[in-house]
C-alpha cells in the first residue's frame, strides 16, 4: 500500500510539472511581454537597453526626425536632438499717433515730417485712437506729407496705418507712396467711392524695395470737393532686423551721426572726438574722450525689447590717481553706472564689454553715455559699440514623427519612453495616434490622444498597427529652450 501511493503521489508531481511546462513554452512569449515584468534600464550615455523582448521603436537620428513634419523646432543645430527654432523678432522701426499734437512727434523717425499746403493735427473728425490724428482738408491743390526712417539691416518689411475718406468728388483722390531713393513704390489709392468716412487697416509688405538709411511713406491728395478730407492716424514701419542687433556704430562714418538704428546723431562735448589715432579696435576709426569735459551720449528705442545687451570695446590709458571713466545708462527713470575705469584698468589694451540690460526699464529713448573724469593726456577709447538683442526661441513649436508600420493589425503600444533636457519654464508633452487603417504622417486623423509630459507612459496608449507620435516644446522664457534627445516606444 505505501509503494502504491509513494508511485501515485511521483506520477501527480510528474504530470504537474509537465502541464505547467507546456503552458509556459505555449504562452511563453505573451508572459515576456507584460510591461509588468519590464524594467528600461537605458541610459543616454550608454544607449544600451536591457529588459523584455518586445519590440522596439526608436528615433534618435537626425534623420529620423527629419522624416516628420517640423513646425518651429530645430533639428539641425545639435544633431540628434529637437529644440525651439530661434524666431526673429518683429519690431515697431517707426510711429506715430500724432498724439504730439505736432508734426515731429513719434519715435523711430530721422526728422519731423514734412509738409506742404498746411496739413494740420487736429482733435476733430474722430481720431482713430488718442485724440490726435493728420487731417488733410480740399484746397484744390496738390500737396503731401512725408516722412522717413532708417530701415537698414531690416527684413520683413510693412508699413502699416489706419485712414479714412470723407465726401470726395468725382476727380478727388489721394495717394500712399513709399520712397527708398531710387524709387516711388504707390500702395494705396483712394478715389471717390472710399469715402465712407470710417477709418481702415492698411497693411503692406514694403521688403520688395531697397532698405536705405531714408524710407519714406508720403501722403499726398488733390482734393477740391466740397467737405473733401483725409485723415490719417497710427502710422508705423515694422520689420525684422536680419540680425539681432538694435543699434550699432563702429564709428566708420568719421562722425558723430553714423550707424544704424539710432534715434539721433550722438551728443558730444568737451574734449571728445572721433579719431584714426590710438589703434582703433577695428577698421580705421574709434572715439576718443579725454581730460575732465569728454562726455558722448546717444539714444535708441527699447520699448518692447527683451533680452537686450549692450556690447562695446573700450581701452583706458595714461589714467593717473583718482582718475576714472564711466559709462552710464538711462532707461527712462533714472541714470545707472555700469561700467568704470580707473588707474587700475589703464593697460592701453581693448577689452570688451558685455553688459545685460534686462533688469532695466526698455523705454523709448534709452541712453548709453560715456563721461571722462580724467587729466591732460589721459584717455578712454570706445569703439564697435551696438545694443543687441540675444536670440529668441518661439514659445512652442511641435514635430509630429513619420508613420511606423508595425506589420500586424491590433498592434499593442505598451510603452513611450523619451529622454529630455529642461531648462527652466520650459516643457515637453506628448500626444500619440494608431490605426490599423493606413493613414499619412500630415492627416487629420486618426485623432491624436493626450499622452501627457511625464516619461514614461504605460496607459492610455492606443492600439493599431500604424503608429505616430506628436511632440510639444514650450517655453515661456524665450531665452530658454527644452531639448528633446530620443523617443522609444515598444509594442507586441
Avoid at 504562452?27 to 524594467?39: L, M, P, R
Avoid at 518683429?90 to 523717425?109: I, L, R
Wanted: include cysteine.
Amino acid at each position: 500500500m505505501r509503494n502504491i501511493n509513494r508511485i501515485s503521489f511521483k506520477r501527480v508531481i510528474i504530470t504537474s510539472l509537465v502541464v505547467l511546462l507546456v503552458i509556459c513554452l505555449v504562452s511563453g512569449s505573451n508572459v515576456a511581454k507584460t510591461a509588468a515584468y519590464f524594467t528600461d534600464i537605458e541610459t543616454a550615455s550608454s544607449n544600451s537597453f536591457q529588459g523584455w523582448s518586445a519590440s522596439l521603436w526608436t528615433q534618435t537620428l537626425q534623420s529620423d526626425f527629419q522624416a516628420g513634419i517640423s513646425n518651429q523646432v530645430d533639428i539641425t543645430t545639435s544633431p540628434g536632438d529637437v529644440i525651439l527654432d530661434e524666431g526673429l523678432s518683429q519690431m515697431v522701426v517707426a510711429s506715430d499717433d500724432f498724439e504730439s499734437g505736432d508734426w515731429s512727434g513719434g519715435t523711430g523717425w530721422l526728422w519731423a515730417w514734412h509738409t506742404e499746403n498746411n496739413p494740420i493735427i487736429t482733435t476733430s473728425g474722430s481720431p482713430h485712437g488718442g485724440s490726435y490724428h493728420a487731417q488733410m482738408a480740399a484746397n484744390g491743390s496738390y500737396y503731401y506729407i512725408a516722412r522717413p526712417t532708417n530701415m537698414t539691416g531690416m527684413t520683413g518689411s510693412r508699413v502699416q496705418f489706419w485712414a479714412k475718406a470723407t465726401a470726395f468728388g468725382a476727380a478727388d483722390y489721394v495717394e500712399c507712396r513709399i520712397y527708398d531713393l531710387t524709387t516711388w513704390n504707390t500702395v494705396q489709392i483712394w478715389y471717390d467711392g472710399d469715402d465712407d468716412d470710417t477709418y481702415h487697416y492698411y497693411d503692406f509688405d514694403v521688403s520688395g524695395m531697397n532698405m536705405t538709411s531714408e524710407f519714406y511713406v508720403t501722403f499726398s491728395v488733390v482734393l477740391s470737393g466740397p467737405g473733401a478730407n483725409f485723415y490719417i492716424d497710427d502710422v508705423q514701419f515694422v520689420a525684422t532686423p536680419t540680425q539681432f542687433g538694435i543699434a550699432s556704430d563702429d564709428f566708420e562714418s568719421g562722425g558723430w551721426s553714423g550707424g544704424s538704428g539710432w534715434l539721433w546723431p550722438w551728443y558730444h562735448g568737451g574734449d571728445a572726438t572721433v579719431t584714426t589715432s590710438g589703434t582703433p579696435h577695428g577698421g580705421s576709426y574709434h572715439v576718443r574722450l579725454s581730460r575732465s569735459t569728454g562726455y558722448i551720449d546717444r539714444a535708441v528705442n527699447l520699448s518692447g525689447k527683451s533680452n537686450v545687451r549692450l556690447q562695446f570695446w573700450a581701452k583706458a590709458d595714461s589714467f593717473e590717481g583718482s582718475e576714472y571713466a564711466v559709462c552710464n545708462i538711462y532707461d527712462g527713470v533714472a541714470w545707472y553706472t555700469v561700467e568704470t575705469w580707473t588707474d587700475e584698468d589703464d593697460d592701453n589694451l581693448y577689452h570688451f564689454y558685455d553688459i545685460d540690460l534686462s533688469g532695466y526699464n526698455m523705454s523709448s529713448q534709452f541712453y548709453v553715455a560715456f563721461d571722462a573724469q580724467m587729466g591732460t593726456g589721459d584717455y578712454l577709447y570706445i569703439d564697435d559699440l551696438v545694443f543687441t538683442q540675444l536670440n529668441e526661441y518661439y514659445t512652442l513649436g511641435t514635430l509630429a514623427s513619420q508613420v511606423f508600420d508595425t506589420g500586424a493589425s491590433g498592434t499593442i503600444w505598451n510603452m513611450l519612453i523619451w529622454d529630455e533636457t529642461l531648462m527652466s519654464n520650459t516643457d515637453i508633452t506628448f500626444a500619440v495616434r494608431a490605426s490599423d487603417t493606413p493613414f499619412n504622417a500630415g492627416d487629420a486623423t486618426p485623432f491624436w490622444t493626450l499622452a501627457g509630459g511625464t516619461s514614461p507612459v504605460m496607459t492610455g496608449l492606443p492600439a493599431g498597427r500604424y503608429k505616430q507620435w506628436q511632440v510639444t516644446l514650450t517655453t515661456s522664457n524665450t531665452a530658454n529652450t527644452p531639448t528633446l534627445h530620443e523617443v522609444r516606444l515598444y509594442y507586441y
